[in-house]
């Protein structure tokens, strides 16, 4: 009997980050008539608009607390489980914290899917915790009627070395540790237009930890750190900005892209995320040309992190890039806002 191959993505209706709600829906969700007293021990709540929550321990340590799931973005159910658990594990490194404990997060559609291709995605889940050190201990599971996967994640952090996306300086250099583009290639995939070769570099793309963060923690010229995910570069940095009360330039040449982008973007491939993007931040941006608006709005799963550089940090932060065998070019600087748009491109 001929095995008839399961693609995950035809039972969602959308995919990764991408499904992630607007930022400016968000904001209704989140705001609240009523006044919460303030808990002193929590160092990063959700008035922070940041990637993880930040409790005191008392001890001059920090719990990171998080979590993150969405819909597959990819049709093997292995490699959904392994995207959706570095997504959620990259919360801990963008704090510049230690991930150590991790529980699963499944929602599976039982009438339509098979329970065979859940225990897949829990392996590549697993295979990416163990990777990052960590164990998938438990979690929870409901049956429903698309597949959902993620991770609610712990960390640690020494709270000198905590980073936070609200906490950069004027002059700050902005580094990003992964090319732009896989909400642009996820789309291309659901309409079948994914060439191999591009499935494979989103694919490593998804699935590499933001291991980095917890080194960038102990850098005490690192001043700001986020990492980039379903709001797209132009979101993070946005909030980036307004959490440290500044403005951002962009050098777009030197914002680093997947090199296929023009030819999806010619079919088309644009993600549904990225419009609803650019309608909650577009305001806050200068002119921009839409091949700009659409890879810098594009909304990223597992994307890289996005690190603000104090000025006289740069050189030492090259320096230690390069014994690590990595190399990220300055895409753009922080900066004092006096008027104008938050962001500009040139």
Same mark, same amino acid.
């Given at each position: 009997?001929?095995?008839?191959? $399961?693609?995950?993505?035809?039972?969602?209706?959308?995919?990764?980050?991408?499904?992630?709600?607007?930022?400016? *829906?968000?904001?209704?969700?989140?705001?609240?008539?009523?006044?919460?007293?303030?808990?002193?021990?929590?160092?990063?709540?959700?008035?922070?608009?940041?990637?993880?929550?930040?409790?005191?321990?008392?001890?001059?340590?920090?719990?990171?607390?998080?979590?993150?799931?969405?819909?597959?973005?990819?049709?093997?159910?292995?490699?959904? #489980?392994?995207?959706?658990?570095?997504?959620? $594990?990259?919360?801990?490194?963008? !704090?510049?914290? +230690?991930?150590?404990?991790? *529980?699963?997060?499944?929602?599976?559609?039982?009438?339509?899917?098979?329970?065979? @291709?859940?225990?897949?995605?829990?392996?590549?889940?697993?295979?990416?915790?163990?990777?990052?050190?960590?164990?998938?201990?438990?979690?929870?599971? $409901?049956?429903?009627?698309?597949?959902?996967?993620?991770?609610?994640?712990?960390?640690?952090?020494?709270?000198?070395?905590?980073?936070?996306?609200?906490?950069?300086?004027?002059?700050?250099?902005?580094?990003?540790?992964?090319?732009?583009?896989?909400?642009?290639?996820?789309?291309?995939?659901?309409?079948?237009?994914?060439?191999?070769?591009?499935?494979?570099?989103?694919?490593?793309?998804?699935?590499?930890?933001?291991?980095?963060?917890?080194?960038?923690?102990? !850098?005490?010229?690192?001043?700001?750190?986020?990492?980039?995910? #379903?709001?797209?570069?132009?979101?993070?940095?946005?909030?980036?900005?307004?959490?440290? #009360?500044?403005?951002?330039? *962009?050098?777009?040449?030197?914002?680093?892209?997947?090199?296929?982008?023009?030819?999806?973007?010619?079919?088309?491939?644009?993600?549904?995320?990225?419009?609803?993007?650019?309608?909650?931040?577009?305001?806050?941006?200068?002119?921009?040309?839409?091949? =700009?608006?659409? $890879?810098?709005?594009?909304?990223?799963?597992?994307?890289?992190?996005?690190?603000?550089?104090?000025?006289?940090?740069?050189?030492?932060?090259?320096?230690?890039? =390069?014994?690590?065998?990595?190399?990220?070019? @300055?895409?753009?600087?922080? =900066? +004092?806002?006096?008027?104008?748009?938050?962001?500009?491109?040139?």
């Amino acid at each position: 009997m001929e095995t008839i191959a $399961i693609k995950l993505t035809r039972y969602s209706h959308g995919a990764g980050c991408g499904c992630k709600i607007s930022p400016a *829906i968000l904001d209704k969700i989140l705001h609240s008539p009523i006044a919460h007293a303030p808990d002193a021990r929590l160092l990063v709540g959700n008035d922070k608009r940041d990637d993880a929550a930040v409790f005191d321990l008392g001890n001059g340590t920090a719990l990171i607390s998080t979590t993150d799931f969405f819909m597959p973005i990819v049709d093997d159910a292995y490699d959904f #489980g392994r995207i959706a658990s570095a997504n959620a $594990i990259s919360d801990v490194y963008a !704090m510049g914290g +230690k991930p150590v404990l991790s *529980i699963a997060i499944l929602g599976w559609p039982v009438d339509k899917l098979p329970p065979e @291709e859940a225990q897949k995605v829990l392996e590549g889940s697993r295979a990416v915790c163990a990777e990052a050190g960590i164990t998938l201990a438990g979690g929870h599971s $409901i049956d429903c009627p698309e597949p959902i996967f993620g991770l609610a994640v712990n960390g640690l952090v020494n709270i000198a070395d905590l980073k936070q996306n609200s906490t950069a300086t004027p002059g700050c250099r902005l580094y990003l540790t992964k090319a732009l583009g896989v909400g642009i290639l996820s789309t291309a995939q659901k309409r079948g237009l994914l060439l191999p070769e591009d499935a494979a570099i989103a694919l490593k793309s998804m699935t590499t930890l933001n291991m980095l963060g917890e080194v960038f923690g102990k !850098m005490k010229y690192v001043k700001a750190m986020t990492d980039v995910t #379903g709001f797209g570069l132009l979101g993070h940095l946005a909030e980036m900005c307004e959490g440290s #009360g500044l403005a951002a330039t *962009i050098e777009f040449d030197k914002v680093p892209v997947i090199p296929s982008l023009p030819y999806y973007l010619e079919q088309n491939c644009i993600p549904g995320g990225t419009m609803r993007n650019w309608d909650s931040n577009g305001d806050k941006i200068g002119p921009v040309t839409a091949t =700009q608006k659409y $890879i810098l709005a594009d909304p990223q799963t597992s994307g890289g992190l996005l690190v603000a550089v104090a000025e006289e940090g740069v050189n030492d932060f090259e320096e230690e890039l =390069q014994k690590m065998g990595c190399h990220f070019e @300055e895409i753009g600087w922080m =900066q +004092k806002k006096i008027g104008g748009h938050l962001i500009t491109v040139i």
